[in-house]
């Protein structure tokens, strides 16, 4: 009724209207548009008073879904078939995966959209965490891509993580389809009530969550022990309902539930030859208790559906269309029961939640207290302050922020009406192992083999920092020792001190071939010792570009052997520099990288030396590095890459040129990799280098790969317009590279036009 006197009232404003505009301009009657708006005030009520025929009398249907992991889908199935015999579901309760459903449909969504969400969820995230590289900073870049195992490391025992995920992609996704009902707090005021049920893993006692943040009760219900970890709602560590309560229909008789219809897909009990794996041995022991109170359970269900999914486990989305299938075929196996149920009222067209708007607005923002972390370090994770409008995917992005950081061992979120906006407020559990043991294994032609050994300290002296040692055991012995205040967007802080030595035959001298020259030698076994300390200090720039500065101390040691004529130690300098960067990089993988791009430049500024070879004057370097990724055809990406650098001054110090050769090795201070060129081969105060390469991942995890890189390099090639004729320098190849948990495993072949060498590398887990 109110829709036709809304309809009747645009009718006479609309009438009045046009008689005020045109009465001195046309001879316009408002008598034709009544005419035409008149059928369709009709049919709106006729069409409002059909929907609304519904007996009074008839009973309220209550919906309850069990828990069952993947084979919870089967209650999309059920769903569309009781939509086909035209019940209206009146109450929604539900464990587990039958709380996402049917939180879901509580929403508003209807079986078709619920079908189409889960056919494209991405199962792999489900299960455990995925943090994309572009989620990381700098730091912890570096982190992922040095260690392949990392342990929590408490009072002198190591430990393992209290669960595989947090959950953070269900939540995420969950939190995004229910926008639209984000600031109900009384989920008896959704389009359909709605209860679900989680354990607080302390007291082992059911808890009814029916108010509250809806994504954040959903998720705490389907919380698998060991898989996700607890939710917190209320002070209460809470778990899987399934543990207590896998059938919850009770609880919905409570609601005023007159006839129950109960999805049942739950196990039952398994013998040995089934019990293979510890999943369906934790889905057993959960069931356990839940079997035999289920008989109670079915007395008070007036029509219970039990899919036929027994071939299916917990984690079986891979079948997902499969069981939806099996729901539908066990619904209409009772579809005359649910078509009565039907006959109380006429069916109504579906309502659809729309999906369109994918933003909101953060007017402010709100943590759970911290002791060790300040809110500047949680905004500057995020990457985005109060009063950004986003999306749901940058929002996604900024708690996989925090998620990468690795110091919150639980992380949610729920959305407050905030005047026309919102207020976002963080749940954040911190991360109650401090200290890490990482480790790693790394073999390549110029270190040979290392086995490093990481610590990991958080919260040393001041709030946002991380103390991180690295020691590499092996034929060359290294450290790396990095201090770091981490403030977000305002200046962070840190501290490095860096060992780096390696024993080599190389064909450069450094120095324009002059010391062979002098000596009648064409190659030179050196002993190289770099000990680096720096300061420094950067902030994020633009919420995406690291910028930074410094002051550095690095003394420089080099001697060899084969000079027999004069002393083996020919450089034995300190230096004091200072240092600026700047730094962007997007590449979704460092080894193999399929999208994204990086820039990297720099400019340090040698200002005195103890000169051990009384050749030293103040100079600078700059350099430069940039590359970008991108798949050209299926499976099959493009990696291009341009570099250069230069120095002025009167002299550079011929130890710090830059150096090409060799491939597989963590660069230090000028040295970077060239193909079809041993290691240190290249040598020259200034030098551009460009590199092409075509990756083929011929199935997954394994690429193959084929490469051209091409170089001028020498003294001053930039003084005129030479370098950029044809390059003076070519190399050419091909190799086989597979990511693994310690890192790429490789084997590249190489060679070059002009020397005729062929040079084969191989390579195994993370540079470091």
């Given at each position: 009724m109110g829709l036709i006197l809304g309809v009747v009232m645009f009718v006479l404003i609309l009438q009045k209207r046009n008689q005020k505009s045109l009465l001195y301009k046309t001879s316009f009657h408002p008598l034709p548009i009544t005419y035409y708006l008149l059928p369709i005030t009709f049919f709106l009520l006729s069409s409002t008073t059909f929907a609304q025929e519904e007996n009074p009398n008839r009973p309220k249907i209550g919906l309850v879904l069990s828990g069952g992991g993947a084979k919870g889908l089967a209650h999309i199935g059920v769903l569309k078939v009781i939509e086909e015999a035209g019940i209206k579901i009146d109450y929604i309760s539900g464990t587990s995966m039958g709380a996402i459903v049917g939180g879901l449909y509580a929403a508003g969504y209807n079986a078709k959209q619920l079908d189409s969400i889960f056919t494209h969820t991405d199962y792999d995230a489900v299960i455990q965490d995925f943090v994309p590289r572009s989620s990381k900073n700098f730091y912890e870049k570096g982190n992922d891509e040095r260690y392949a195992l990392t342990l929590p490391f408490n009072k002198l025992r190591l430990g393992i993580p209290s669960a595989l995920s947090k959950g953070l992609y269900n939540y995420n996704m969950i939190s995004r389809l229910t926008h639209n009902v984000r600031h109900v707090r009384d989920f008896n005021q959704l389009p359909i009530p709605f209860l679900c049920v989680a354990t607080n893993i302390e007291t082992g006692e059911e808890v009814i969550l029916n108010s509250g943040y809806l994504a954040q009760s959903i998720m705490a219900s389907g919380a698998f022990p060991s898989l996700y970890s607890p939710i917190i709602i209320d002070g209460k560590y809470l778990i899987d309902g399934g543990v207590v309560n896998n059938f919850p229909a009770e609880e919905i008789k409570k609601l005023g539930a007159d006839i129950i219809i109960g999805v049942d897909v739950q196990d039952d009990l398994k013998d040995r030859t089934f019990l293979r794996d510890a999943t369906r041995i934790l889905v057993q022991i959960s069931n356990l208790q839940m079997i035999q109170k289920m008989q109670e359970k079915k007395l008070i269900t007036n029509i219970y559906i039990k899919p036929d999914i027994g071939e299916y486990s917990v984690i079986s989305f891979d079948k997902g269309s499969e069981i939806v299938d099996k729901g539908e075929l066990a619904a209409k196996a009772v579809l005359n029961e649910l078509k009565k149920l039907g006959q109380n009222y006429t069916k109504e067209p579906l309502q659809e939640v729309k999906t369109e708007r994918d933003s909101i607005g953060i007017k402010s923002l709100s943590h759970t207290k911290l002791d060790n972390y300040t809110r500047s370090y949680i905004i500057g994770k995020l990457r985005f302050k109060p009063g950004s409008n986003l999306t749901y995917g940058k929002l996604k992005q900024g708690v996989e922020n925090l998620n990468a950081s690795q110091s919150f061992g639980s992380i949610n979120y729920t959305f407050d009406k905030d005047h026309d906006e919102d207020r976002l407020n963080l749940n954040l559990t911190e991360n109650p192992n401090k200290t890490l043991l990482r480790f790693g294994l790394h073999y390549d032609g110029l270190y040979k083999s290392a086995l490093l050994v990481n610590v990991t300290q958080k919260k040393i002296l001041f709030k946002n920092d991380v103390i991180s040692g690295d020691f590499v055991l092996g034929d060359n012995f290294r450290y790396y020792l990095d201090y770091y205040i981490d403030n977000g967007f305002h200046w962070s802080f840190g501290f490095k001190s860096r060992l780096n030595q390696f024993n080599r035959n190389i064909t450069s001298d450094f120095s324009d071939g002059v010391l062979f020259a002098e000596n009648n030698i064409s190659t030179l076994n050196i002993n190289f010792i770099d000990f680096t300390n720096q300061i420094y200090l950067q902030t994020l720039f633009v919420q995406k570009f690291l910028v930074g500065a410094g002051f550095e101390h690095k003394r420089l040691k080099i001697e060899s052997e084969t000079l027999q004529n004069s002393t083996s130690l020919f450089e034995k300098s300190d230096y004091y520099s200072l240092f600026g960067y700047l730094k962007?990089?997007?590449?979704?993988?460092?080894?193999?990288?399929?999208?994204?791009?990086?820039?990297?430049?720099?400019?340090?500024?040698?200002?005195?030396?103890?000169?051990?070879?009384?050749?030293?004057?103040?100079?600078?370097?700059?350099?430069?590095?940039?590359?970008?990724?991108?798949?050209?055809?299926?499976?099959?990406?493009?990696?291009?890459?341009?570099?250069?650098?230069?120095?002025?001054?009167?002299?550079?110090?011929?130890?710090?040129?830059?150096?090409?050769?060799?491939?597989?090795?963590?660069?230090?201070?000028?040295?970077?990799?060239?193909?079809?060129?041993?290691?240190?081969?290249?040598?020259?105060?200034?030098?551009?280098?460009?590199?092409?390469?075509?990756?083929?991942?011929?199935?997954?995890?394994?690429?193959?790969?084929?490469?051209?890189?091409?170089?001028?390099i020498g003294t001053n090639i930039f003084d005129d317009d030479n370098w950029l004729q044809r390059p003076s320098y070519t190399g050419y190849g091909f190799g086989y590279g597979m990511e693994t948990v310690i890192g790429p495993l490789e084997i590249k072949h190489s060679w070059s036009p002009e020397t005729k060498d062929h040079f084969t590398w191989f390579g195994i887990g993370f540079w470091f």
């Open positions: 962007f990089d997007s590449f979704d993988n460092k080894y193999f990288p399929k999208s994204g791009w990086y820039f990297n430049g720099d400019i340090q500024s040698f200002l005195y030396s103890t000169d051990y070879t009384n050749s030293f004057n103040r100079y600078s370097i700059f350099k430069a590095d940039f590359g970008f990724a991108k798949k050209i055809i299926r499976k099959t990406t493009l990696l291009v890459q341009s570099e250069g650098g230069f120095s002025i001054g009167e002299e550079s110090v011929p130890f710090f040129n830059f150096v090409l050769g060799g491939y597989g090795f963590y660069p230090v201070n000028n040295f970077r990799p060239f193909y079809g060129y041993d290691f240190l081969s290249l040598a020259g105060n200034s030098y551009v280098k460009a590199l092409f390469q075509v990756d083929v991942e011929i199935f997954k995890r394994n690429h193959l790969n084929a490469f051209a890189n091409f170089s001028n």
